[in-house]
Each structure stands twice: as structure tokens, then as C-alpha cells.
């Protein structure tokens, strides 16, 4: 009698669970969902979270209100964000340097793993090494064999430090072996500007910023950063290709939630998410920032930025970076 009264006990609290879980899922939203942006409007992460609010809109029949909260390196916007009540009505969009934060940052106020759950990638965004045709290289090998015969003879342009860009100048340097100076900018403007007049010899930049640059013949492309080749470069091989696969860097933006959102909101934008990246006009807008959709579950969300997490933090400490 014990054991049919446990068991049945059991199974009530096992329908009020799912009865609450369901609950929970149907009354999302119950009001506008903020997205806060830890950077200036005009950002690759800005227009991303922008383009996804469009689409989650009319899907929740709410508004979906876009929040720029920039400085020291998305840090102050995402804390926000960490501190905001768990219920899926605060988001955050963070890029690749969110992980890497921790090396650069001593007084975060928040855990960049156990503070937030990931909902979802937003997109994958290809850096291309280019380098200046005065510089007379045409290929990853050859800018290697240069740069090893005169380390710190050559330098290369980032937007900053803990940026995308020197995240992935730093990766290529570690799998290439070679040493080269820093020299970071404001942004990609300028160091597009110094790499075209050869006062910078190489420099990781998002395709999307240098296709008019390389079209112009004023630099010269040598690998795309991502796992395949971009179809706005066919012809430029990625970096593995080029003969360094530990150098393949992901510039990934995705969206993130106070780590207690119930999981069946985080599900539901999740799926919404994955959905709109489907239509044709989120593909087109995707492809007109040279960006590529990333789909992925919660879950293997949160695992992937763990990894990213992991690695990174370790390519960083080992180029020198220390904590402000």
C-alpha cells in the first residue's frame, strides 16, 4: 500500500511539473522582450540582433526592443543581462570576445559560464587574412616563411585587444608558429587603411568589410578563417586548406539568457530562432553581411561556448594577455 501510495505521489508531481512547464510556456511572453546589446548600433552584432527581433516580433506578438549598452568590451551591457530577472524577457547578444572576457576583465561581476544560458547562435561571421600587394605574398605559407625568418619584423592590425580579430590573429600565430607585433586600431576602417598603405603586413578582418578592398586589387586575400570556403570568395582557400588547421576561428554572435530561465522558454526562442533563419529573407540578409547561420539546440549551445571558452582563454594567457 506504501509503495502504490508513493508511486502514485510520484506521478502527481510528475504531471504538476509538466502541467507548470507548460504553463510557463504558453504565458511566454508576458510582456516586451528587451535585447540588450553590449556594442554600438551598426555592429555585425547589433544589425544580427536586430534582424532576429524582427522576426521574434510578430511570432510573440510583443515587441522586441533593442538595447545598445556598449563598453569595456561588451562587459557592461552583458552584466545587465546576468543580473536581469530569469524569465526570457531580457536577452543579451554577445560575439566570440564574451569568452575571453575573464582573462582581460579582474572585477567582472558576473560568471561568463554558470551566469547565463545560451539560446542561440545567431550567426558565424568569415574573417579573411589579408595582407598588402606591395608585400608581394600570395599564399599562407609564404607569409609564414617570411615572418619566421624575421620574427616581430612583421606586424599585424586588430580592432583591440580581446577583439574577434585579435582572438583570431592570435590562434593563427599559435598554429603558425611565428611571432609578429600587435598593433591594434579603433576598428576595421583603420586597419584596413594602414594594410592597403603596408604600414600593417597582415590582419585578420570580416570578409564583409574587405570585399571592396579586395575587389579593388588594393589587398590581397590569402585564407578564410572558417571550416569551408565563403561564397563570396570561392576562390580563396580556407586556412586548413592553406595548411593550418588549428587555425580555423569561428567569429560566432549568439544570444544568451540569465542562467535561470525556465528551459521551455529557452526552447521556444530557440526554435523560433532556427526557424527564421530558414526564410528566405533572413538567409538573404545573412548573406548580405557575409554571415552564415549556425543552427543549434540549447544544449549544444551552452557546450560549444564552454569549449570556446576553454580554448580560447588558454590562446589568450598564452600570447600575454593580462586582466585590466
Known amino acids: 500500500m506504501k509503495q502504490?501510495?508513493?508511486?502514485?505521489?510520484?506521478?502527481?508531481a510528475g504531471v504538476a511539473l509538466f502541467n507548470a512547464a507548460a504553463a510557463s510556456a504558453q504565458a511566454f511572453p508576458a510582456g516586451p522582450i528587451k535585447i540588450i546589446v553590449p556594442f554600438t548600433p551598426g555592429s555585425a552584432t547589433d544589425i544580427l540582433a536586430r534582424v532576429t527581433g524582427e522576426r521574434l516580433s510578430?511570432?510573440?506578438?510583443?515587441?522586441?526592443?533593442?538595447?545598445?549598452?556598449?563598453?569595456?568590451?561588451?562587459?557592461?551591457?552583458?552584466?545587465?543581462?546576468?543580473?536581469?530577472?530569469?524569465?526570457g524577457l531580457t536577452l543579451g547578444v554577445v560575439s566570440t570576445g564574451h569568452v575571453v572576457n575573464p582573462v582581460l576583465y579582474s572585477n567582472l561581476q558576473y560568471d561568463t559560464i554558470k551566469d547565463f544560458a545560451g539560446v542561440a547562435p545567431l550567426a558565424n561571421l568569415p574573417s579573411v587574412l589579408i595582407?598588402?600587394?606591395?608585400?608581394?605574398?600570395k599564399a599562407v605559407k609564404d607569409l609564414v616563411v617570411m615572418a619566421k625568418a624575421k620574427p616581430d619584423a612583421l606586424n599585424f592590425g586588430t580592432a583591440g585587444v580581446g577583439s574577434a580579430a585579435h582572438i583570431n590573429s592570435e590562434k593563427f600565430n599559435m598554429a603558425a608558429e611565428i611571432k609578429a607585433m600587435h598593433v591594434p586600431f579603433k576598428g576595421t576602417p583603420e586597419i584596413l587603411n594602414d594594410t592597403m598603405a603596408g604600414r600593417v603586413q597582415m590582419a585578420w578582418v570580416p570578409l564583409v568589410s574587405s570585399v571592396g578592398a579586395l575587389k579593388d586589387g588594393r589587398v590581397f586575400a590569402l585564407a578564410v578563417s572558417t571550416r569551408t570556403r565563403s561564397a563570396a570568395l570561392p576562390e580563396v582557400p580556407t586556412i586548413a586548406e592553406a595548411g593550418f588547421p588549428a587555425a580555423q576561428f569561428d567569429f560566432w554572435v549568439g544570444m544568451l539568457a540569465p542562467a535561470k530561465t525556465p528551459?521551455?522558454?529557452?526552447?521556444?526562442?530557440?526554435?523560433?530562432?532556427?526557424r527564421s533563419q530558414q526564410t528566405p529573407e533572413v538567409k538573404q540578409r545573412l548573406a548580405n553581411l557575409g554571415a552564415e547561420a549556425m543552427p543549434m539546440t540549447p544544449d549544444q549551445f551552452d557546450a560549444y561556448i564552454q569549449d570556446e571558452a576553454t580554448t580560447l582563454q588558454k590562446i589568450?594567457?598564452?600570447?600575454g594577455a593580462k586582466p585590466n
Open 131 to 137: 595582407v598588402p600587394q606591395s608585400l608581394g605574398v
Open 263 to 274: 528551459r521551455d522558454v529557452v526552447g521556444r526562442i530557440n526554435a523560433e530562432i532556427n
Open 4 to 12: 502504490n501510495k508513493m508511486l502514485c505521489t510520484m506521478a502527481l
Open 316 to 319: 589568450m594567457r598564452a600570447a
Open 58 to 87: 510578430p511570432v510573440f506578438g510583443q515587441p522586441v526592443i533593442v538595447e545598445n549598452r556598449a563598453g569595456a568590451g561588451g562587459t557592461i551591457g552583458i552584466t545587465l543581462v546576468a543580473k536581469a530577472a530569469p524569465d
